[in-house]
């Protein structure tokens, strides 16, 4: 085997359908989309070439920025909802309480639901006439607490954060999960030998070493908080009046609805550049060292 990973012809040959691929289907539209960003274009007629002024509008679109508004709370909303959660469910079956792959089913199950199915389901939940919740409220006597969730502005943002949170709390519950079930047994027995808690155990032997797992976490709900398409696009697209409009589906909006193809291409340019800081920032900020066992 190490001849073989010597030998850099041998190397390049299993790397190269990769990177054709890598190149074919990220690497080439990234670099065409930052190109189409610098014009005024619809893709059918002739392309006025604008250098960033697509960028300077932007930043003077009050849509726009109720979007980049938006992302950030998605972004605050998921980290406050998913990472919490997702380490005290995963703690909890790692445990082997009674049903633990039970729980572990269920609580992943949401998120391998396609987006869109998840969001036209919560749109009847919502809904102010027949909705559940709405229903629950009454049955509960609490009519003052009704609301059309998802057709007023004020209560919109908070309506989604929830559906993300009930499809994605799972899935990173699972990654949580499967970093617990690396760290050896044999810490926790002599743990539970000096006489430690089962909070001792948590803070002092669980998180420290699955720090390098929570830094990955942190990177995926942050970019995916960022690109939020579906789920929102099939509950309100975007309203009421541009409320829960976030960068993707303003994106597709002046894409698709509007024929402004620069501008979209723009709107994307950011979504990328936002995302590659992400991960920096979350790098920089969440250092890992090395741990040996």
């Given at each position: 085997?190490?001849k ?21 289907f990220?690497?080439?539209p990234?670099i065409?989309?930052v ?15 604008v ?9 003077n ?7 980049l ?13 998913h990472?919490?959660l ?7 079956i ?11 089913s269920?609580?992943f199950?949401?998120?391998?639901i396609c ?16 909705g ?10 609490m ?9 007023e ?22 990654i ?26 948590f ?12 830094r990955i ?10 690109k ?14 541009h ?8 994106m ?42």
């Open positions: 085997m190490n073989v990973l010597s030998n850099k012809k041998t190397v390049a040959i299993f790397i190269l359908p990769s990177l054709i691929l890598f190149a074919v990220v690497l080439i990234i065409y989309n190109y189409i960003s610098l014009f005024q274009t619809d893709l059918m007629g002739t392309k006025n070439f250098g960033l002024r697509n960028y300077m509008n932007l930043f679109d009050q849509f726009f920025l109720k979007a508004k938006n992302n950030a709370m998605l972004v605050v909303g998921s980290l406050i909802a990472l919490p997702a380490l005290v469910f995963g703690n909890f790692f445990t082997k309480i009674r049903g633990s792959k039970f729980f572990q269920v609580f199950l949401p998120s391998v987006g869109a199915g998840v969001g036209i389901m919560f749109k009847m939940i919502y809904n102010s006439e027949f559940l919740v709405n229903a629950l409220l009454d049955l509960l006597h009519p003052q607490f009704k609301h059309a969730w998802l057709n502005e004020k209560t919109v943002m908070f309506a989604m954060i929830l559906v993300v949170m009930w499809k994605f709390v799972g899935y990173h519950m699972v949580q999960l499967a970093a617990m079930r690396s760290i050896p047994g044999e810490l926790y027995e002599s743990a539970r030998i000096d006489g430690a808690s089962m909070w001792q155990q803070t002092k032997i669980t998180l420290p070493l699955i720090k390098h797992v929570i976490d942190v990177v995926l709900i942050i970019t995916g908080s960022l939020y398409f579906d789920l929102i696009w099939s509950m309100t697209k975007g309203g009421p009046n409320a829960s409009e976030v960068m993707a589906t303003y597709y909006y002046q894409g698709f609805r509007t024929l402004k193809f620069g501008y979209a291409s723009a709107i994307g340019v950011v979504l990328l550049v936002l995302c590659a800081a992400v991960i920096w920032l979350v790098n920089h900020l969440i250092r890992v060292e090395q741990m040996e066992y």
